[in-house]
């Protein structure tokens, strides 16, 4: 759980800040990183977690997010159930990054490698503290979205799929993941 934390913070603090001008030029996604960085600041001053979910729904693809964390299970999610599970995961990326994210206002981030790869970029970044962040974006609409980050070599994505998978394999049925994200 705590690799978990650590991936969901480095979302809300790889967005916190400037990028380096030198990088910025070479790197397409350079004003959605910006963007998305004032919206972060914008939710670690409001303090909430409805803020950051927010945030995170406005610059992730937090459906697709959140269906890949079901892995093996996806099958298992009733059509009825999927605005409820897709709440319920809004609602934890939102409670975690307010427990973890809401002292980061004013980093700084410095672009050191903007890659394309898979119809989408590798945007690998340093942040103030020297910590390597790398997240993966992909064009959305006239735009970007984050479709996965990686801090300290933990992906965002895989270490929901883990905890998640997890918790439907411990108690036996999605339903123990509704309670788990419920509760």
């Known amino acids: 759980m705590r690799l978990f934390f650590a991936a969901v913070t480095a979302i809300a603090f790889s967005f916190l800040g400037a990028i380096s001008p030198a990088r910025a030029a070479s790197c397409p996604a350079e004003g959605f990183v910006r963007g998305a960085g004032q919206a972060y600041d914008r939710a670690a001053a409001a303090g909430t977690p409805a803020a950051f979910a927010s945030a995170a729904s406005r610059f992730s693809d937090l459906r697709a997010i959140s269906f890949f964390a079901l892995g093996q299970y996806r099958k298992d999610l009733p059509k009825s159930r999927e605005a409820e599970y897709l709440d319920l995961t809004r609602q934890f990326i939102g409670n975690t990054l307010k427990r973890h994210g809401s002292g980061l206002r004013g980093g700084r981030l410095e672009i050191l490698d903007c890659e394309p790869a898979g ?31 990686n801090m300290q070599g933990i992906w965002l994505a895989q270490q929901m799929r883990s905890k998640f998978t997890g918790t439907i394999r411990r108690t036996g049925s999605i339903d123990g993941l509704f309670d788990y994200l419920g509760g």
């Open 119 to 149: 119809g989408g970029l590798v945007v690998t970044t340093r942040s103030a503290t020297g910590k390597k962040i790398v997240f993966r974006v992909a064009r959305a609409g006239g735009g970007y979205t984050v479709k996965d980050v």
